[in-house]
């Protein structure tokens, strides 16, 4: 009878434990955490609604270091590999144009305007020497065909940077690039629900996975930024076991409830929160 109950709680044990390694976090000291918790972040800069200033443009950049606020931002490579900063994969919605941002070099992309102002798509090189250590950084490293060259051209320019920087990715396998090859550099994990995951035409499985960030096991993101609202069990489990917990995109101040850092934008919060 002994014998039956001790294998018994081995097996709950296990069935216990095999969910908890499976999305525990990575470890982080308070120290590292320290510049990053209780921040309001101006998501891709300090950018207007009316579009006068645009996003991830290095007006908003200067706007929101100026101000004080942290920063979260977007990098991709150009058709050269250069790392600019932008958003979408393509640039129909910023700059009017029906090419993929990799499908043009640097020099043609600077040809182009942002929201039909003067501003231009920026070098990350150029937005880091704006911001100079203003404010804690966030770096979205965006999914697209060479995405190593990304994380390795990102870090290199981040090695010279003096500040406070950490970096996100919806994509989990370019968190995991940095958790082996930068561990020092507090990393984090995007995601939304699955139905956001299902737009963008991803498969059944994959958009489940990513929506309930089950691949921890191979990134170990020491904060997860998830979508504004309901969270899944599985990201709850994650935060409880230690993982900062981050929201985007905000428009109210009381979506700091919560949370360790918020990503804003439309709207002036406080510069902290904690």
Not at 76 to 96: E, N
Not at 125 to 148: D, F, Q, W
């Amino acid at each position: 009878m002994n014998k039956k109950i001790g294998k018994l709680l081995i097996g709950l044990g296990a069935a216990v434990a095999a969910p908890l390694y499976l999305l525990a976090p990575g470890s982080a000291t308070r120290r590292q955490r320290a510049p990053f918790r209780g921040v309001n972040y101006a998501h891709r800069g300090l950018h207007s609604r009316d579009r006068s200033v645009p996003e991830n443009s290095l007006a908003a950049f200067r706007l929101a270091a100026r101000a004080g606020y942290g920063i979260e931002l977007d990098v991709q490579l150009s058709k050269d590999g250069q790392v600019v900063v932008f958003h979408d994969a393509d640039l129909r919605r910023v700059c009017g144009v029906d090419r993929r941002v990799d499908e043009l070099t640097l020099s043609e992309l600077r040809e182009l305007r942002l929201c039909g102002t003067e501003e231009s798509i920026p070098l990350f090189s150029e937005v880091l020497g704006a911001i100079r250590g203003a404010g804690p950084l966030i770096v979205e490293l965006k999914t697209g065909r060479h995405n190593r060259e990304l994380c390795e051209k990102t870090y290199r320019l981040l090695e010279d940077y003096r500040g406070d920087v950490c970096i996100e990715s919806f994509n989990p396998f370019i968190v995991a690039w940095f958790r082996f090859h930068a561990p020092d550099l507090i990393r984090g994990q995007l995601a939304a629900p699955y139905r956001e995951f299902r737009k963008d035409k991803l498969p059944v499985i994959r958009a489940f996975m990513l929506s309930r960030t089950l691949y921890n096991i191979l990134a170990r993101p020491q904060f997860i930024a998830y979508q504004i609202g309901p969270r899944p069990l599985t990201v709850r489990l994650t935060e409880l076991l230690g993982a900062m917990r981050f929201g985007w995109t905000s428009h109210e101040p009381r979506n700091e409830k919560g949370r360790d850092g918020v990503i804003f934008e439309y709207y002036k919060p406080k510069l902290k929160f904690k």
